[in-house]
């Protein structure tokens, strides 16, 4: 019998998660049978993603289950295995919870390779948010060489590594974040041609002088004003990419819908949806792809790492909600 500590979703939360959101609990597991996978979680992967999967609403995948353990992506160690594609002592990735320890039947567990990269940067620009830049931009977006490029909340992990793939394709990158800090990070670490800042400027004339032949590609990962923004900048052919929304303080309501949406026709531009495991069976092209970017200095890797184990976890995914971390947010356990 093994015993691990589990985060579990206690109540449904409005708004931003708070402490009762969340459960604690012992648990033992039992030992594992044929076919199975004892692992010890190293890192879990702290996503916006997240608070979406708290609702009780329909999705592209179920929410989690009131008592459930919380569903997250995680980088572990096999401790045990009865499985014939697994070893102990390999480094995997796979949706084990948060939880210290989990058993697996091995389905959607990949082994990863730590001298790659180390094992948080497998959970970032090697990860769901890399192949979510990744292909967003190259099949959805329809990136080519020369193209301007508008991403939202590009100073996180997703936006961050878009902004850098459109850089390394040949684009032109104009960055919309919260807050100066973020937006000096954009133009001076990560070599976007400029930024802004969505606190203090107005962004859709901001937009109209940084790009004033409009926008070729947007890649949306906030929705409502910024969307609509985007819509009033466009340049005929342009394609939306529409990653993501994020709105914590008020997850109980509907994100208002585009008011300037007429400009799809007007533009003859197109305006589209994806869920990265759509592409899963080409994430090893991504990988390829990224980690050569990265050894030729043209990407950049960061992460925010927070210690402290499951007892930390409601912190660190409020940490992600408000927009406070800097770099891909992982919870080392």
Not at 164 to 180: D, H, P, R, Y
Not at 306 to 319: D, S, T, W, Y
Request: hydrophobic fraction near 45%.
């Amino acid at each position: 019998m093994t015993k691990t500590q589990q985060v579990r979703l206690a109540r449904r939360p409005s708004g931003l998660p708070a402490t009762d959101t969340w459960s604690v609990v012992s648990e033992e597991l039992p030992a594992i049978t044929a076919g199975e996978i004892l692992v010890k979680v190293d890192l879990v992967s702290v996503d916006p993603a997240m608070r979406g999967w708290l609702n009780d609403v329909r999705s592209y995948r179920p929410p989690v289950g009131v008592g459930d353990v919380m569903r997250s992506l995680d980088i572990a160690t096999v401790v045990e295995s009865a499985h014939p594609g697994f070893s102990a002592g390999d480094n995997v990735s796979g949706v084990f919870g948060v939880t210290e320890y989990a058993i697996s039947d091995g389905r959607g567990v990949s082994t990863v390779d730590l001298r790659v990269a180390p094992a948080a940067t497998w959970l970032g620009v090697l990860g769901v948010p890399g192949m979510t830049a990744y292909f967003g931009l190259l099949e959805v977006g329809k990136l080519r060489v020369g193209e301007t490029v508008v991403i939202s909340a590009a100073a996180g992990a997703v936006g961050s590594v878009a902004g850098q793939i459109a850089k390394a394709m040949g684009a032109t990158v104009i960055g919309i974040a919260s807050g100066a800090e973020k937006c000096r990070r954009l133009t001076e670490e990560l070599s976007f041609d400029a930024a802004i800042d969505d606190h203090s400027e107005d962004v859709v004339r901001r937009l109209r002088e940084l790009a004033p032949q409009g926008l070729d590609v947007y890649f949306d990962n906030v929705g409502g004003e910024i969307l609509d923004a985007a819509l009033a900048n466009l340049r005929r052919g342009a394609r939306i990419v529409i990653c993501g929304v994020l709105d914590p303080d008020n997850e109980s309501e509907l994100v208002p819908g585009p008011s300037r949406y007429m400009a799809l026709l007007f533009f003859r531009a197109t305006m589209a949806g994806f869920v990265v495991s759509d592409y899963a069976d080409r994430y090893g092209e991504a990988v390829a792809k990224i980690a050569q970017w990265r050894d030729e200095g043209k990407l950049e890797a960061r992460e925010h790492v927070v210690e402290g184990g499951v007892a930390r976890f409601g912190e660190a995914l409020n940490i992600v909600l408000t927009g406070a971390n800097n770099g891909k947010l992982v919870l080392a356990m």
